[in-house]
C-alpha cells in the first residue's frame, strides 16, 4: 500500500475524519481506510481529499500539494 500523509496533515489542521469528510465529500470510511493505507483511492478521490485539506487554509498560507499528501513511489 502506498504512503500518504493525510492522517499527519489532518490533525495538523485541527480537523476530524468528519471533518474532513464534510470538506471533501469523500466518506468518512473511506478516509478512515486511506489513513491506514487499507486502500488506495483514486486519484480523483485524492484530489478531492486535497481540496477539502485546502479549504481550511487561511489566505496568505501555502496550500497543500497532492504530490505532498499522496507521494508518488517508483513502486507503481
Same mark, same amino acid.
Given at each position: 500500500m502506498? $504512503?500518504?500523509? &493525510? ?9 476530524? *475524519?468528519t ?5 471533501? /465529500?469523500?466518506?468518512t470510511?473511506?478516509?478512515?481506510q486511506t $489513513?491506514r493505507? &487499507? ?6 478521490t485524492?484530489?478531492? *481529499?486535497v481540496n477539502?485539506?485546502?479549504?481550511v /487554509? ?5 496550500s497543500?500539494?497532492? $504530490?505532498?499528501?499522496?507521494p ?5
Amino acid at each position: 500500500m502506498k $504512503e500518504n500523509r &493525510l492522517k499527519s496533515r489532518r490533525i495538523a489542521e485541527g480537523l476530524t *475524519i468528519t471533518d474532513l469528510s464534510r470538506l471533501s /465529500k469523500i466518506s468518512t470510511k473511506v478516509i478512515s481506510q486511506t $489513513e491506514r493505507f &487499507l486502500i488506495d483511492p483514486t486519484e480523483v478521490t485524492k484530489r478531492k *481529499i486535497v481540496n477539502g485539506l485546502n479549504t481550511v /487554509k487561511r489566505s496568505g498560507e501555502k496550500s497543500y500539494e497532492f $504530490e505532498y499528501i499522496f507521494p508518488r513511489t517508483d513502486r507503481d
